[in-house]
């Protein structure tokens, strides 16, 4: 097991070194920077210069990744536009996102595992046709739309919730961008763990578990449950690194100001440090949140060792 | 000054990954949600968008920065709200015998909210640091009428600066010093209202970073906190001794990601003032907010600009394809159907909100800039046809939307042609790679330009733009007539000798078309019914200080 996580921790660095040397690239094929600061007069190019300069932008490309990467790896991630420090922007970002994909997170898991459970127990009745209707409806509607309905409709037509969400990002405002934002992955999770009960529900284990006289409720949660959420944690522990990133839309909505809305303003002032410090914090939670599943693994089904 | 690391951050990767993974348990706290309905006391809670540099007068050239700028600093002069009109705020009088050199006294009395006096060395110290070159102050350039500029802020690249102080720049007293340009601008102290020639406190100097993070300025409000990026909360400067206290408790600027969400959440009722109605929006707003929505031109004015350095566009005869082109474009039906009437077809360079005083004069371009299909082909065939046969029309993709316009002037030009393969949009992926291939001399067909006056005056209008050489001057215009005529206007005696021949060189503007106008934008914004005197300046900024809160 030890060594199995030293192996994959090992893997890990080849593979951020390559995807944000790939980001770092494309965000600086965006353009020059010092052209978009003077909005649309033409820079002055004594004072172009001068920036050019005190962004090493004049150096060559894989120079500029390598002072780049020099000054990561001592914490420095480089200036947002307005003088911010990236490091600030990132300790004030990532809590806020944080929070609203532990909401999405806890309302996917929750939610979609009991739907797609009882769905799964009663096969071909009417819950688990209205499940599988539902589940559709929401799968095929973009999440921008049920954002925009659901906060007209519950902020500004009924006046139920503040339409946006507040400064500092509390959890009571953060529900309904929480569940647009879980929506989709609900679905799919409802979808996935029906399926999988349905099959495990005919497995001999199972049959022998009832045949020796289990109550119901410890064949259910132990038996059934634990080996049909395989593939479900798989698909959660993915869909972290997803809801982080992802948040862009819902958070452009709610007017949530995390990580979404950082790289967004990042593109926007067309900042480069920004961009390419967030992305590569997300890559590092998409590498961790990986090894945390493919571990879990071990402790839901006995089979699987890790040498 | 930006990348200039001296802070280095003892925070690893790694720590910052770990931090960000931990501080979802520990963020729970602070979940106090102050989106609270009511007014607040005599709050105004107006939407805002993150500003895109550091908050320093001549560093900031964007509408966001300047809002702030607005209130928390007053500076020699001030343009009126509703005549747009350069009056005197701090200055008692500025006056010249020969249109170069400026004698400027200063009222006594005024002083910074942090207590530091309002004097003759507060201009004069921070001009002169806007000015220098290792500064990198992005509005630098608006000191270069001053004597001694080009030794401080050498133009060519990689030259060195030879001088740290402005040499045109003389303290006489306290409230007394003496400004001398290096060439006649008689509407030179009318430029002294916008924000880069704000005066800076001594706290400026001793701590940048510090006043940074809080700036400290002279205005009716004061900075009482700022979260970046979040919101910014001022309150009224209740030692304000200037003609213009602010008529609320203060003003709590959020930011908004997205204009939609400011307006939904005006609607719901959680802020008072939105100042930019979504496109989206536009077909609603009046049945949403009736007479509680405000639509008023602003200082802005869209153009098509031709790259004159391109072979296809530098023959003689390639002026009449311009002008046919100008008249190609079916303004009133773009503006209507479009933008549903938040812009005002053009008819000259400039804006109506410089006023007819101010040199705006509807009608100037004439016949040039109305509508006429058959008129427009006619001068097109006889310039010799468009370039090619097909020309496009280059804007940036990102940001503002442009698409549907550009489509629409195409769709316009090419109906009166009767080609419908004769213009077509060319989009640009980003606003900053757009900039960079007109600013480096890489165009070869029209592109859309936009320009945001710095301060109501007819000279911004014109002479940045098309004035031989000039910083702005994207389509590399050069006319001696034009040239001669703007130099005889900023040495004229008096400010309308100076509008009138301002206008004679505009009046160039026609017969060359290096730019065709299309539309003047207006400003919008949208007040909740807390909210009374609410009131756009012509720079389409709300007056804050003059927003009563019920």
Same mark, same amino acid.
């Given at each position: 097991m030890g060594r199995y996580v030293i192996r994959r921790l090992l893997q890990m660095v080849p593979v951020f070194i390559g995807t944000t040397l790939l980001i770092f690239v494309m965000v600086y094929g965006l353009g020059d920077p010092v052209a978009a600061m003077f909005g649309d007069r033409t820079p002055d190019p004594a004072t172009a210069a001068q920036i050019r300069h005190d962004l090493h932008l004049n150096d060559p490309l894989w120079q500029q990744y390598l002072i780049y990467m020099q000054h990561i790896f001592k914490g420095d991630f480089g200036k947002a536009?307005? &003088?911010?420090p990236v490091t600030e922007l990132l300790g004030t970002a990532f809590p806020v996102t944080l929070r609203l994909t532990i909401m999405a997170f806890v309302i996917e898991a929750v939610v979609g595992i009991a739907l797609g459970l009882f769905a799964g127990l009663r096969r071909g009745r009417f819950f688990d046709t209205g499940v599988l209707a539902m589940t559709l409806l929401v799968v095929s509607i973009p999440t921008f739309v049920t954002g925009f309905v659901l906060q007209y409709l519950l &902020?500004?037509?009924? &006046?139920?919730?503040?339409p946006s969400v507040g400064e500092g990002a509390p959890f009571k405002d953060l529900f309904i961008p929480g569940l647009v934002l879980a929506g989709v992955s609900l679905a799919y999770v409802a979808r996935l763990t029906r399926t999988s009960v349905a099959e495990n529900s005919r497995a001999d284990y199972l049959r022998t578990a009832v045949a020796k006289g289990l109550p119901r409720r410890r064949v259910i949660t132990n038996h059934m449950l634990r080996n049909s959420l395989i593939p479900v944690v798989t698909f959660l522990g993915t869909d972290i690194g997803n809801l982080m990133a992802g948040a862009l839309v819902t958070e452009r909505i709610f007017n949530i100001h995390g990580v979404g809305y950082q790289i967004y303003q990042g593109i926007v002032h067309n900042n480069p440090p920004t961009v390419v410090g967030f992305v590569t914090v997300l890559v590092i939670i998409f590498l961790g949140a990986n090894l945390l599943v493919d571990l879990l693994y071990a402790v839901l089904d006995p089979r699987i060792r890790y040498a | 000054m930006r990348g200039a690391t001296r802070v280095k951050w003892a925070v690893g990767v790694t720590v910052v990954a770990l931090t960000a993974a931990a501080c979802?348990?520990?963020?729970?706290?602070?979940?106090?949600?102050?989106? =609270?309905?009511?007014?607040?006391?005599?709050?105004v809670r107006a939407s805002w968008g993150d500003?895109?540099? %550091?908050?320093e007068p001549a560093n900031t050239n964007e509408v966001q920065g300047g809002k702030v700028l607005d209130m928390v600093f007053r500076g020699l002069k001030i343009y009126?709200?509703? =005549?747009?009109k350069a009056e005197n705020m701090i200055a008692q009088s500025i006056t010249s015998t020969d249109s170069q050199n400026f004698d400027i006294k200063l009222k006594t009395g005024w002083t910074f909210s942090n207590g530091e006096p309002v004097n003759a060395d507060s201009f004069i110290n921070a001009w002169n640091f806007d000015t220098q070159?290792?500064?990198?102050?992005? $509005?630098?350039?608006?000191?270069?009428?001053?004597?001694?500029y080009d030794k401080v802020h050498?133009?060519?690249?990689?030259a060195k600066a030879s @001088?740290? #102080?402005?040499?045109g720049l003389t303290k006489v007293s306290d409230t007394e010093f003496k400004v001398r340009l290096n060439q006649k601008f008689a509407l030179f102290p009318d430029? *002294?209202?916008?924000?880069?020639f704000d005066p800076l406190p001594q706290a400026f100097f001793t701590n940048r970073q510090a006043w940074l993070a809080k700036p400290i300025g002279n205005g009716p409000y004061e900075i009482s906190s700022y979260t970046k990026g979040s919101k910014m909360e001022l309150k009224k400067w209740d030692g304000y001794k200037g %003609?213009?206290?602010?008529?609320?408790g203060g003003v709590e600027l959020r930011v908004y990601t997205d204009n939609n969400t400011a307006y939904t959440d005006l609607q719901a009722g959680n802020?008072?003032?939105?100042?930019d109605i979504p496109v989206t929006q536009l077909r609603n707003v009046k049945s949403d907010l009736g007479s509680r929505y405000i639509n008023e031109p602003a200082g802005i004015i869209q153009t098509i600009s031709f790259? *004159?350095?391109s072979p296809r566009w530098?023959? @003689? $005869?390639s002026a009449k394809v311009r002008q046919g082109l100008s008249m190609a474009i079916n303004r009133q039906q773009i503006t209507d159907q479009i933008f549903q009437q938040t812009r005002t077809p053009a008819t000259?360079? #400039?804006? %109506?909100?410089?006023?007819d005083a101010g040199g705006y004069k509807a009608?100037?371009?004439?016949?040039?800039? =109305?509508?006429n299909a058959s008129k427009a082909k006619q001068l097109i065939a006889e310039g010799g046809g468009l370039p090619g046969g097909r020309i496009t029309i280059s804007y940036n993709?990102?940001?503002?939307?442009h698409k549907e316009w550009i489509d629409a002037v195409c769709n316009s030009i090419n109906n009166a042609l009767g080609n419908n393969k004769a213009c077509v949009g060319a989009p640009v992926g980003t606003f900053a790679d757009f900039r960079n291939r007109i600013t480096s001399k890489q165009m070869n067909d029209p592109f859309r330009a936009g320009w945001q006056m710095?301060?109501?005056?007819i000279q911004d209008f014109l002479q940045p733009q098309?004035? #031989?050489?000039?910083?702005?001057?994207d389509s590399h215009y050069s006319n001696a007539n034009f040239d001669k005529l703007v130099n005889q206007a900023n040495a004229a005696g008096s400010a309308s000798d100076s509008v009138s021949t301002f206008q004679k060189a505009e009046k160039q503007l026609v017969t060359d078309m290096p730019a065709i106008p299309l539309w003047y934008q207006n400003g919008s914004a949208g007040y909740s =019914?807390?909210?009374?005197n609410v009131a756009l300046n012509p720079f389409s900024v %709300?007056?804050? $200080?003059e927003i009563k809160v019920k």
């Open positions: 536009s307005n &003088g911010q &902020g500004v037509k009924w &006046g139920v919730v503040h | 979802g348990s520990s963020g729970d706290s602070g979940g106090s949600g102050s989106s =609270t309905g009511g007014s607040g006391g005599g709050i500003p895109q540099n %550091p908050l009126n709200p509703k =005549t747009a070159l290792k500064n990198a102050q992005l $509005n630098a350039s608006f000191f270069s009428y001053i004597d001694g050498p133009d060519a690249q990689g @001088a740290t #102080t402005l040499s430029t *002294l209202g916008y924000a880069a %003609p213009d206290p602010a008529q609320n802020i008072d003032l939105v100042d790259p *004159l350095y530098s023959s @003689a $005869n000259d360079w #400039t804006s %109506p909100v410089l006023g009608g100037l371009c004439g016949q040039e800039c =109305t509508f993709a990102d940001t503002g939307s710095d301060y109501p005056l098309y004035y #031989t050489g000039a910083s702005s001057n =019914t807390n909210l009374s %709300p007056v804050y $200080n």
